[in-house]
DNA sequence: ATTAGGG
DNA sequence: CCCTAAT
């Protein structure tokens, strides 16, 4: 990565590198390698000499990674002189740099004994560092305690070189400069109550992320101090504590906050607006451009809302699309499976894989995406009332002009797992084409699937099942677009086809018995 | 009314 | 999903 894109793309970068750590948690090897990516590009910053508040948020991602770094600072001057991203790097500038380097990471590392800084002050008395402590910070200093003053000292002087990130606080996703340097003890109020704080340490664990009071311990051994840290009046303890605060990430931004971000730079999709009549004026972006949005009465009484593009001038009605993520129900699913166990079972039987944790699976994927906005959880309840109950046929209505100036009805209405499931369990059944019978069975509550639906979907899945699975190339999409079709289902699904191909649904007068089970036996599942 | 197939 | 021809 280079430095120009952290520039570039710097928040979204941000979130990036927030996301992977904490999605990806224990991956210590994916956090190293962003760390050691974050570290060479600041390091370009630093010396290309950008703008303080680029350093700062620099300062901030690099504290965000920290805390699972391991690190070391004979790694980070080995990266000096490789690649960092094309930036110039005068040879004067070497030592600069490295120190400051060294200075951010000697509050964070455990291995800062061998920082310049600390060596020079070593021969000093207590005394003779008051002194310096003095000279440096314009004030006395009762702190006795050697170690906790070499290290006052040496941050201080890195403070006063670069910008600290113990001078800034954070306060409404933004870094706020704080008061005077002996404020920087009292930043940690503002990492305190973060949330997240911790959640690093606890998912890095195969790092030596504790870089507080253990690994302070070996250093001690000239210290007086004594074992433990925890109930230690002295300031010095403060002072880790400070750097352990101050090695805290900031506060990831909301999900909502990136999509705002992202509904920006798309720029054409910041003009969607809610179609349901119901959500309208919640929680959705100001259309920008010229568009206005129009109600539309229908024939049949229902209000529409679309779009007045301006564009070419000729009024073209164009739909406004939902915005809100359309997903699968969350709850009554569980209560729907287990009201239909026999079919699924027998569903199971054949495909010899568990269904049951697939739709776990599902859900736990969709629960992940747990940042909603109000509408959207307004949506996904309803949503989910009207899967169980199956009535509520005109939900999700645009309406779509068509060549001869008429305006379509187009529902949309993404078919569930347990859709697909009962799809392919009618068809087991009643063999594919008998689209009706397979409807009053399998879909009697379910009003909004035709049997057309049904035929599309089945026509869709046949596809879908004898497409080779492609092994997820460079669409490394975050989002997968939707659930894709379990492969058990798939399977199940070829498997159908091959037997309809060879026994055609015209059976006749008999039931038609497709699968290999006998029909009374699929049949008690719906009776 | 249902199905099949194209769009 | 929608539309429509053909049953």
Known sequence: MEVGDFLEDDKSEMHDVADTVQTLGCMCNEGLSSEKTLIESSEGLLKSKNSKVDACKLNARLEECFPSSTLSLKDNHINQFGDTGGVPKPPDKMMESGSSAAAVCAGLNFDFSKLKGEICLDKLSIRELHEVFKATFGRETTVKDKLWLKR?????????????????????????????????????????????????????????????????????????KLRNHGV???????????????????????????????????????????????????GQIAPRSFARPVRNVLSDGRTVVTRLDSLGGLGVHVPYVSRVRRSRPRKNVMALMMSNESGIASLCAR??????????????????????????????????????????????????????????RKHHRAWTLVEVMKLVEGVSKCGAGRWSDIKRLAFASYSYRTSVDLKDKWRNLLKASFAQAPPDDVMNSRKPTSMPIPEPILERVRELA??????????????????????????????
């Open 152 to 224: 006052r000292i040496s941050m201080g002087l890195t403070n006063s070189c670069d910008i600290s990130t113990t001078m800034f606080m954070i306060k409404d996703n933004n870094l706020v400069k704080k008061g005077d340097d002996e404020g920087s003890k009292d930043v940690d109020g503002s990492f305190t109550h973060d949330p997240s704080v911790g959640t690093i340490d606890v998912n890095c664990k195969g790092s030596p992320s504790s870089i507080g009071s253990q690994s302070e311990d070996h250093q001690i051994g000239s210290g007086k």
């Open 232 to 282: 230690d009046l002295d300031s010095g303890s403060e002072q880790l504590h400070t750097e352990q605060r101050t090695a805290k990430r900031m506060r990831k931004p909301t999900k909502r906050y990136i999509e705002e971000l992202s509904e920006v730079d798309s720029r054409d999709y910041s003009q969607r607006l809610m179609s349901s009549p119901k959500n309208a004026g919640l």
């Open 351 to 408: 495909c010899s894989c568990n269904l049951k944790f697939q739709f776990f699976a599902e859900l736990e994927k969709d629960r992940q995406h747990s940042v909603m906005s109000r509408s959207e959880l307004e949506e996904n309840l309803r949503r989910t009332q009207a899967d169980s109950s199956g009535d509520n046929s005109d939900d999700n209505v645009v309406t779509v002009p068509t060549a001869k100036g008429g305006m379509r």
């Open 498 to 527: 091959e037997t309809n191909a060879r026994v055609p649904p015209n059976l006749g007068t008999s039931k038609p018995t497709v699968g290999s089970r006998n029909s009374q036996d699929t049949m008690s599942g719906y009776l």
